[in-house]
């Protein structure tokens, strides 16, 4: 029975090795997919703008979706990605990352690993809108008390609005109003700028959607606060509403 089961031991060890040599293979090739894609001058320019990696190659997103299509999803390649300090790497773990295969905890964790709004809305896109919990995401990161989160759940919304998910039939309007006209008056301008972007995309499917947020946004019409005014009107001029 021992030699049965170190046996087994044995033949399981060498399996997560050949996994981990293969993912480490792989991880080498694409390596080398980006150097030879590399751009130094918009490289160069998103670093002047703050963007933040140990390493940024510069490719595009239709090149790294030519990339990612020479590859199969895997999520052990996906996470590998993922926890690379690479621009390129991170937005690849979003497009390599089987959608079926993703765990509400994974992607509790992975919404943390956002760095920047390049990275929001590849992993929003490319992911987070593609689960069957969806909705569940966006009532629980919309109430987080990290602003990075709550950005992301505007944001994941969004692109469920945009794409008319029936998960957004899920999602108690109220409650989401609420947190969304709060987060208005923020500080943070990418959260302001992912609440309005949530409000949009929502009043865009329908003409009572439009006027459900126009009524809730009503006290910023005559706001004595200039940016409050400004996305009244930004909303209205949505719309289509000129008076």
Partial sequence: MKIVVLAMNNVLLQVILFKKITVEQILQK????????MNGVI?????SKGIDF??????????????AASYKSDKILAEALWEEDVREMKILATMLFPPDKLTKEAADRWVTGIVN??????????????VDFSD????????????????TGYWLFARLCIIRSESVHGIDMDELLEDV????????LFLRQSALNALKFYGRISHGNAEKILSSVVSFKNSDIIPE?????????EFGYYS
């Fill in 30 to 37: 694409i390596r080398t997919d980006l150097r030879l894609s």
């Fill in 43 to 47: 490289a160069s320019s998103m670093r």
């Fill in 54 to 67: 140990r390493m940024i190659f510069g490719v595009e997103i239709p090149k790294l979706k030519q990339i």
């Fill in 117 to 130: 709004q390049e990275i929001r809305e590849q992993i929003c896109k490319n992911l987070f809108q593609e």
């Fill in 136 to 151: 569940d995401l966006v009532r629980e990161w919309a109430r987080s008390d990290d602003e990075s989160v709550r950005t």
């Fill in 181 to 188: 006209i709060t987060d208005l008056r923020g500080a943070s």
């Fill in 229 to 237: 005014r400004e996305m009244f009107d930004q909303l209205r001029f």
